[in-house]
């Protein structure tokens, strides 16, 4: 009998990387504060939905395994990572808040390189961040989810008539009991897992709109008037977050801010609606999960929840599991397995779950849930191979290249045969 290998260490350990220079992440940034004054620095979209009244104090909150809220206050940048403790223990293991609009907003040269430096050590010690100042507006947020919900109430065999279809087009209603999401690679071992514990839960997936060959699956504009407006909306809106947190990891690594900006602007990403339906909590039981043991396959993933939450995240150094619970104003982002692979794992891909709350008996109920997840990816054709900052000779480059299309392709046929 087949089953997924739960609570081992990471397939592949994140490592220390080059050390690069505060003063090398100043020089990636400086020419952006001279000689223009401040409120010219950037025309992106995203400086213009950040609120003005927005706080640009340094002072941030660490999240504890524990579920507590610890202020740090005002802090020199985080040290290079070969001067922290690693996370050993489940007590130390720590997803941090970092607050973005540091970043967005930026007073002056440390303001940004602060905020990268805050991101890109936090991806590689755990992989995960809530970010809050991100820009984007709750109301927005709150449209999308409730167009989410009113997809779903539609009848089954609506859903169906938008049916995912080719992994190359990675678009379309996805039923439940469809998709096994796991760490296996073989499609038989796969295929197996899904007759055995399917992930309880439907989503629909919405690609890039002006693809060539590929189009979305839209429900009729009478049955979900606004649905496909707001949708293809929010896509942009969370690409433009997504250029920014890329420009930020760009800095944290030693790399010029603009380095990732041509490889990541064709909008080559995946809109996924998640509703994890009501079931017994019997049902889940015997290894059955709302969504298994996985990475995230491309460079970064934007997670909104609702309050119900569920999500967790493996210690890669323990192996436990430690609950992400929501948190109001913020967006859970990790990285996935592409980026990770950019990096030469400088940057942790990490293990995740979604499980349900603990039931008061095995004839409870879970509630229901309902998650959006952004997954990023480089543009379709972009060769995806060791960053310039990433090797030297004691630390020889770990990947072939490869392109983005190509990897993801791959992988998704697996998760769907």
């Not at 989503?203 to 699956?217: H, Q």
């Not at 339906?277 to 970064?300: F, M, N, Q, T, W």
């Not at 979604?354 to 952004?374: E, G, K």
């Not at 543009?379 to 190509?406: I, M, W």
Request: aromatic share 8%; with cysteine.
């Amino acid at each position: 009998m087949m089953t997924v290998r739960v609570g081992v260490p990471l397939r592949r350990a994140a490592v220390s990387s080059p050390v690069v220079s505060q003063a090398s992440k100043v020089r990636c940034v400086e020419h952006l504060f001279q000689p223009r004054p401040l409120q010219k620095l950037s025309t992106s979209p995203l400086r213009s939905i950040v609120p003005s009244s927005t706080s640009t104090t340094s002072a941030s909150i660490v999240k504890h395994a524990s579920g507590t809220d610890t202020p740090v206050g005002t802090q020199p940048p985080t040290p290079p990572a070969e001067a922290q403790v690693p996370a050993h223990s489940d007590a130390q293991f720590q997803i941090p808040i970092i607050d973005f609009a540091n970043f967005l907003q930026p007073q002056n040269i440390l303001d940004k390189v602060q905020v990268a430096d805050q991101l890109t050590q936090a991806f590689k010690a755990s992989g995960f961040v809530y970010l809050k100042g991100h820009g984007i507006s709750s109301g927005q947020i709150a449209k999308t989810f409730k167009a989410s919900v009113d997809f779903f109430k539609l009848p089954l065999d609506v859903k169906n008539s938008l049916a995912w279809k080719d992994p190359r087009a990675n678009r379309g209603y996805v039923a439940e009991g469809r998709e096994r999401v796991t760490q296996a690679t073989s499609a038989e071992e796969i295929a197996a897992l899904r007759a055995q514990t399917p992930d309880c839960k439907e989503s629909m997936e919405i690609g890039k709109e002006d693809d060539p060959v590929w189009r979305n699956e839209w429900p009729q504009e009478a049955a979900l008037p606004g649905y496909r407006r707001t949708m293809l909306d929010f896509r942009h809106t969370a690409h433009e977050l997504h250029l920014q947190i890329m420009r930020a990891l760009a800095i944290g690594l030693g790399l010029s801010e603009s380095f990732f900006d041509d490889k990541c602007n064709e909008e080559w990403h995946t809109l996924r609606l998640l509703h994890y339906p009501s079931v017994p909590a019997k049902a889940l039981e015997g290894g059955g999960s709302r969504a298994g043991d996985h990475s995230d396959y491309g460079s970064i993933t934007l997670l909104f929840q609702d309050k119900v939450g569920g999500l967790e995240v493996q210690n890669p150094n323990t192996g436990t599991y430690i609950p992400a619970k929501p948190i109001d104003d913020t967006i859970v982002i990790n990285v996935g397995d592409l980026l990770a692979r950019w990096s030469n794992d400088t940057l942790r891909s990490t293990l995740h779950r979604v499980v349900a709350p603990h039931a008061q008996s095995s004839t409870s109920m879970t509630p229901t849930r309902y998650s959006i997840a952004y997954f990023c990816n480089p543009n379709e054709h972009q060769l995806v191979e060791c960053l310039p900052t990433c090797f030297d000779e004691k630390r020889p480059k770990r990947y072939d290249a490869v392109t983005s299309g190509d990897y993801l392709e791959k992988r998704l046929a697996e998760t769907y045969s």
